[in-house]
């Protein structure tokens, strides 16, 4: 119940609560305090030619500030990454059809209703091979890397929905998510437990090669285990069914399984037919945590564009825009009347909140335009909106996503360079001298050329390095110039200092850098030290006493923590933690 609880739970965007509550960290005056953030409400307004806010203890703390906000939106980026293919992908979102509250499973069955039917549509267009290439090509990348319109359990999820009417009262759809989500959680623990001993079995073989399928199936299946889960195990009915007759199998054509990519689907029972995949897929897509990003991404396009007629189809060429939404960074689309801090969220009348998903089909008229912000020191905040601590304040006129995303320091490939190039017709250097071999045309080329007609000499390598995936590096170390360079800084007049500071916040830096620098060197593991002993962190954790000495380490064959005394009595180790 726990683990068919949490599923239900993570499904319907349980966890943008906490999202909620690590961007609001910006606006709680004890967390800011922490790293010495000046807190004033009755202080007067700190203005740009104020003379405090050329100080250097108010310059760094605007610079805490700035990092603080980098830090928390990054933490909230993550988190909203690692979890939106649960609220996102089928048959993930089945499970919300158990959510104690009615109004978030209905409204969770009809998103899905929504995304199947676009799915469905795309599916037969692509079936019936009479789109442009360019769109059919786009179309096909786009379902490639949703893939889970190709899953068995996915189909057959659809079929119990569309009979249950999409409604959370309906007895089977309730059955069939209990069914597949009430199984327990493949933690790291079950899964040690599970393979432990497949080490000792290994090893202890004569035979130079490792275990076949079925050698694995039996010693999981057979051996004992810890945990109390109820062992998988053949059945003579599992045995009856793999061996069934050709009578058995003209029977099972009427229910759903494999024949949802059957050649000869006429046989077919007409309501098992609407489940068919009728179009010509890879079967299979790279597993990882940035596959079932692209999932849920090409899902929510698909939601979005997917019922929508030529034109909205069109656009799925252009999908690719969307990557000039940087992280972190306010986008305002007029239209909506909204602002969105990019990949998170927008408040809705949704009984289920979760994140919005902002997409952009345009490199230029685009709807969405980036509002630049600064984050603003508790002192520069009006009196009126203190109660907020710290506050985004905007700096600049709205602007395009293409100049304002170079500017802030984007990451493009290859395609999208040559794509951004055929749209605007920059300038590029001439056959043989290009920055390649043999002076051919390389990425370089492509970003130089962008960013010369983006900004003209306004341009800096910093922009190009960005495109090119290149960050600057603050390893290495500091200027030998650094400390005369604070000396003869506060050696200057106080009315001079103001020309100077910009110099002296960098040599500051720098000096403070070289510090950390010198703590982490104290740190440092020496090379070949022991991996499974206990760590010095947690040896004032161990029992003490008179004639014997405890420690604890990790045995690397049984993936288990051991807690050993010197007279060579053993016990497990509290809580099982890893070394």
Known sequence: ESALEFQTRRATGSWYKTVMKTLNLIHDPRALRRFGTTISPSAPVVTDDDPRAATQWFCSERRKLDDFWSLLTEIASARVWSQIQFATCVPNTLVAALHANSAVANESLQEQRRTWAAVLHTEKLLANQKLEPGIHESLLNLMNDMAWNRLQVARETFLVCQRGGWTCQSAEIREQATLIFSGPANTKYDLEDLFAHLAKVGRSSNLPTAMNKWTRYFYCSSLDRGTQWPRLRTTLQDHEEMNATPELERQMTTRPGKVFRSVDATKLDPETRKGIVQMKLETSRKAGTLANQRSAAATAWLSAYGMGGAQQLDSVQMAWTGVFFTKGAIFVNDQA????????????????????????????????????VEVMHPLQVPIDLRRHAVVLGQCGDLSELVPAAVRGGVYLTVDQLVALHGHYGFDLPDVGCGHGVNGNLIKKDYAEGLVRHLFSAEGTPQMVDAIMGRKESSLGTASRHTNDLLKAFKSLDPEDQPDFEKLADVALDEKRRAELRLQRADVSVPHGAPRHETPKVLTTLLPEGDGFVCQVNRHPTLRRNRAIALHGLEWPAVAGGGA
Do not use: H, Y
């Not at 289920?352 to 630049?372: F, V, Y």
């Open 337 to 372: 009347s909204i602002a969105c801090l990019s990949m998170f969220f927008t408040l809705g009348d949704s009984p289920a909140q979760l994140p919005t998903w902002m997409i952009n089909d345009r490199i230029e008229g685009s709807p969405w335009k980036r509002c630049p």
